[in-house]
Every structure is written in structure tokens, then in C-alpha cells.
């Protein structure tokens, strides 16, 4: 354990960062199973969008790498305009 006042102030934001991304990375992905799982158009395109923002905030906040969100929007904006 550490020992220096900094060093147990580091360890508590840390910890309260990890679990802020954590949360962040979950609920996006149930989004995402939410968007995959939707068969109309126009409801996919809205949801697409708010799924696209989560995504970018991941990446602009480095919770995953730019080209996993780059991936992941294409991927699903493929899924969308697929829909009839």
C-alpha cells in the first residue's frame, strides 16, 4: 500500500475514473446489441446516431483505440443502410 498522501489520493481517482469507464464502455455496448437487434429503418437510423456519439466519446476519451470506433461505426452504419 502506499505510503505517501499523493500517492493514496492517485490510487482513489484511479479507481473512480476506472469504474466511470467502465460504466461508459458497458452501456455503449448495450446500445449496440440494442441497434443490431432493431429491424426498422428509421428507428435503427435515430439510435445510429446516438450509438455513433457514445462510440466517439469512447475514442476522444481513449476507453478504446480510434480505429476500433472507426470499425465499429462502419460496421454498423453498413447494418443500418442494409436494413429494408
Known amino acids: 500500500m502506499a505510503n505517501h498522501k499523493s500517492a493514496l489520493k492517485r ?5 473512480a ?16 446489441k440494442r441497434l443490431k437487434s432493431v429491424t426498422d429503418k428509421t428507428e435503427a437510423q ?6 455513433t456519439s457514445m462510440i466517439d466519446k469512447l475514442a476522444k476519451k481513449n476507453i ?3 480505429n ?5 461505426k ?5 447494418l443500418v ?3 429494408a
Open 64 to 66: 478504446i483505440h480510434k
Open 17 to 32: 475514473k476506472r469504474l466511470r469507464n467502465r460504466y461508459q464502455h458497458k452501456t455503449t455496448r448495450t446500445f449496440i
Open 81 to 83: 443502410n442494409a436494413l
Open 68 to 72: 476500433n470506433a472507426a470499425n465499429k
Open 11 to 15: 490510487i482513489r481517482a484511479n479507481e
Open 46 to 51: 435515430e439510435l445510429l446516431k446516438t450509438v
Open 74 to 78: 462502419s460496421k454498423l452504419t453498413k
